[in-house]
């Protein structure tokens, strides 16, 4: 049974500062691993899909990585700013099975003027 | 394109009483899933249909809640009778095939308070 485990969950930084956000999982058997940002009273918004294939994704200040054999992924965000202040959850789809994500805890974080 | 619509965004019940929400997917998109997310967790799959067949419904508490999508377009959850416990998020999602390598598209939630 696949879990997802994010530590911390909550993180606090000052502007400017880049960070990295964890995720590991338990089972390596993976199709993709997708993150996503949620903001208070709202929905999942889709980061990044980073394939099984592949070792990273970039969007504009972020950067997602996937270390498949150490049952990693990070986020890492650059030059943060207030408006990333967000939770953000990490998802694993298995290979096999009805291929459902299974979703982290997520890590609260808040960027400090 | 038009994202993933839900509704109502917010419902207050007591327990013992029933609530239904309402998911209309992106257009074309025939994978949809819905998952419950309770304060302070990730969100936990209820149940994903293609088109309109179940692909995995291990998760949903079959006593109480129930979905369906009978056109393989929109979608309605419904919980009969609600606990306390089913106070949550229920978020609704699609994307465009099982087994795709896209992403998952999310809608905006409803969110349940049961008394």
């Known amino acids: 049974k696949q879990e997802v485990t994010q530590i911390p969950a909550a993180l606090s930084v000052p502007e400017g500062e880049n960070l990295v956000l964890n995720c590991s999982f338990t089972?390596?058997?993976?199709?993709?691993l997708q993150w996503f940002r949620q903001d208070p009273g709202k929905g999942l918004t889709s980061l990044l899909l980073?394939?099984?294939?592949?070792r990273e994704q970039t969007s504009g200040r972020l950067n997602a990585s996937l270390d498949k054999s150490s049952g990693r992924s990070t986020l890492y965000i650059a030059a943060s700013q207030p408006g990333d202040s967000a939770t953000y959850l990490c998802?694993?789809?298995?290979?096999?099975?009805?291929?459902?994500?299974?979703f982290g805890q997520g890590t609260r974080l808040t960027i400090n003027p | 394109e038009a994202g993933v619509a839900q509704s109502p965004r917010y419902k207050i019940i007591e327990k013992r009483q029933s609530v239904a929400f309402w998911c209309n997917p992106i257009?074309?998109?025939?994978?949809l899933y819905w998952y419950q997310q309770i304060l302070g967790q990730g969100p936990k799959l209820l149940i994903q249909?293609?088109?309109?067949?179940?692909?995995?419904d291990s998760q949903l508490p079959k006593d109480r809640f129930s979905a369906e999508r009978l056109k393989g377009v929109d979608s309605t959850l419904k919980i009969q009778p609600a606990k306390l416990e089913d106070s949550a998020v229920y978020l609704c999602?699609?994307?465009?095939?099982?087994?795709?390598?896209?992403?998952?598209?999310f809608g905006e939630g409803s969110r349940l308070t049961v008394l």
């Open positions: 999602a699609s994307s465009p095939r099982q087994g795709d390598t896209g992403e998952l598209f």
């Open positions: 089972d390596s058997a993976i199709y993709n």
């Open positions: 980073i394939q099984s294939s592949q």
């Open positions: 998802a694993a789809r298995r290979i096999q099975g009805a291929q459902k994500l299974v």
């Open positions: 257009s074309g998109h025939a994978t």
């Open positions: 249909f293609q088109n309109n067949g179940v692909v995995d």
